[in-house]
């Protein structure tokens, strides 16, 4: 993972080391059974994330996505149906990107620039018309894995938090797969920032 920031560097894997500041941010969603959860915890915490959204959930589940955009979270597209880039056709997966981006448009008024690709897995020329768009392809410094049914809650919070640096982009999903993983990590997670003196940004 420490190799890839150097081989791919026009990707933002990280910001500043210099600040205490932590970047949440939330793959999958919106769905109601998990994403309504995880805004109430930040609601409570006073917290701002940035939510990825698949564009067919948007198209789902309009109202849990008004409450992401109420509550002045950030938006990123993660494409219409969760592709796989490395498997797709440059041609499809800008479609589904952009179909993603008339979604997130028809109910926030104003594209987002932020982009991260389902699986971290993205040709280069998917990317590079990408960036001629104006986007900017966020991945991330620490995976909490919480989609990994092998992996138990416990241990998914201790190796996120073993990873922390300061400037760290955290993923986690807001999605049934990695609920129980989540529901249980993200507070404790959250409570352990905090006393170690970070502050919570959006990207």
Known sequence: MRILPFLFPRYTWQKSKQDKVIYLTFDDGPIPEVTEWVLDV?????IQATFFCIGDNIRKHPTVFQRILAEQHQIGNHTFHHLKGWKTSIEEY???????????????????????????KIKKKQADYLFKKGYE??????ITKDYEANLSPLQCLQGTIKQITPGSIIVFHDSLKAEKNMKYTLPLLIEYLKKEGYSFATL
């Open 42 to 46: 930040l609601q409570e915490q006073q």
């Open 94 to 120: 800008i479609f589904n990107v952009e179909q993603c981006q008339q979604e997130i448009v028809k109910h926030r008024k104003e594209a987002t620039t932020l982009f991260r690709p389902p699986y971290g």
């Open 137 to 142: 392809i966020i991945m991330w410094s620490i």
